[in-house]
């Protein structure tokens, strides 16, 4: 399935969805799509699975190979321009770690096709914002948003200005919390190894997003928003979560 | 490993950190204690012409003394003999407890007095000196609170961090003729008051060393409120306990290791008191020691030199990272089980402990990485982390554990099975509602959250049907 047509001067970009949007928040892998269409892309979707970051981080080496294998192979066998992934981390997960988890592995052909893939790979906020330099995306909002660091895109990344010039272009002005940059406490199995401290980790920024009147949290990570949206919805906080690309999707076309 | 001090076993992991979070009031002395550390520390780096070329030169330093560690130790000790010191090598924790227990015996020293060292702690030296009959005391205010109240350090620089000041006054008390306001000047007053006829007592005043410059044989200690000097100069011996990768080569590096220490520990651009140790008393000197002896510890370092942890070592013990590490924020050190606690902790731990117990300590960690963005010396604490849980993946206790990864890398590097697994889940999810019962970790994501709703359809499927 592809967006392209013969004799066609649009980007092409192969949209690697990630497994938690995948699965738990189609809406955000739709809204990328079309944002990404709206501004000329032509965007395919190959046959990827998951990046293998949860078993990385559990250390096992073999079973994060395995799988970041079969979406490795996807990728390279695309065409695109531009690889787009909506996920901070699995886009660090591909940049950072991918290299180094094929040499872990003793898979050198695969070493070889992630440092080659590694400069085609734009994670989603970063994407976006170098294709529209110019142009503004919408209309005024006027919604009052958190907008959630996300750890892998802050420190490992240094994506820092993208996402807010993004919101902010988009008429969403993020309201500073007392949590900037502080983890949202998911940290894949970490939420499940150590259930208490990772639930009090969401508590300790969603208390900051509720003491500045906040009503949605915005972030670039479906996975983060995921966590604490399911610790707000337990506490009845309220409290909306979207992923940037819904946000701008939803907001230029009202 | 006989000497060292152990590692809790009972309860796990998990449970000591569901007890520490569960504690709202150690919850609130510790984000009041961090927020105000890390906000010190940022106006401290602030002054800094630049941060991070600073942080570059001390980065560097660290690697080109790791780079030749034994040399370095061997010129250390050289001069700190030819100053007038005696030098033990401590192979491990029993072997420095060994010598210092025997000289205290053989020089007739019944009272001891210490300052702040995180070493004796690792190698339970006090707990050695008692049962030899000595009476030790802590001077450092902080870690005499911990040793009233029969605790450990919770914080690698700030001990009693885990302690409000109405439980430093319930404390103090116990060993006050009264009860002790929580005024902290008050009871400052009152430390001062005591602690000053325990330095005039002890037959021998041991310490730590942050420290050891090669070129001179100087030990350096920075010190904030005073003990440090009354420790290393009014007592007949001092002893100074040492990790080995503490050394510097040259007072050039300490000058710009001493530039970050300070700053990055408490938010200071120099600490109260830096001193240079170098050699005991010579004549005509009026103060000081008449012997003065460096132990120089091993405990497992030299095991990590020339590994993926080699790194670690560079680690200047400044706790900027205990600071900043969210999970920390949320359970304090006690929790980790050991001695060192926090990111840094959380490394050192499984690295220098090889219970199973101190493997899993390796689990206490988001990889969030704001250790790594704290550290003075940028030590990739969550690269660390990763090596460490790799390494326990291969170990036998892990086989389980290993096998559900295999599964699960066979479903998910097939494309066809990955969807269906997607489509079953969401499924599930439909037909039996909130799965609270439901196998694996489900249950504990439940505790205190409400379980994601898989989409309806993947976004896999909506594109696949041409839906987009």
Sequence with gaps: MDDRTEDDSSLAVALFPTCVVDGFRPEAGVAAVRVLRRLGCAVEVPDTTCCGQPAWNAGQVDAAAKVARTTLDALTASDAELVVVP???????????????????????????????VPRVREFSVAVDGLTPEVALANEAGERVAYHRSCHMLRELRIVTEPERLLARAGVTPVPTGAEGRCCGFGGLFSVKLPEVSTAMADDVLDEVVAVGADEVVGCDASCLMHLEARSNERRLGLRFEHLAEVLERVATT | MSGTQPIELVPKLRARTAAAVADRRLGRSLAAATDTFVGRKAAAYGHLADVEAVGDEARGIRARILARLPELLEQLANNVMAAGGHVHWAGDAADANAYIVELAKARGVDAVVKSKSMVTEETALNDALEAAGCTVTETDLGEWIIQVAHETPSHIIVPAIHKDRRQVAETLSRVADGDLSDVPEELAAFARTRLRQRFLEAGMGISGVNFGVAETGSLVLVTNEGNGRLVTSVPPIHVAVMGMERVVATVADLDVL?????????????????????????????????????????NGRSDILGTEFTEMLACIRCGACLNACPVYRQVGGHAYGWVYSGPMGAVLTPLLNHSDAAQEVAQASSLCGACWDACPVGIPL??????????????STTRVERMAWAAWAATWSRPGRYRASLR??????RLMGSPAHAPGHVDRWSLGRTLPVPGKRSFRDLWKDGIL
């Design chain 2, 382 to 395: 969550q690269d660390m982390l990763l090596g460490l849980r790799r390494r326990n993946a291969e170990a």
């Design chain 1, 87 to 117: 996920a901070g981390s699995c886009a660090t997960m591909m940049t950072v770690f991918w290299p180094e988890l094929f040499d872990l592995a003793g898979d050198d052909d695969g070493a070889e096709a992630a440092r080659a893939l």
């Design chain 2, 258 to 298: 001493l530039a970050l220490l300070p700053r990055a520990a408490t938010g200071q651009a120099i600490t109260t008191y830096v001193s240079m140790i170098t050699g005991p008393r010579r004549p005509p000197e009026p103060d000081g020691p008449e012997e003065l002896h460096l132990v120089l510890l091993d």
């Design chain 2, 424 to 429: 079953g889940a969401s499924r599930g999810f």
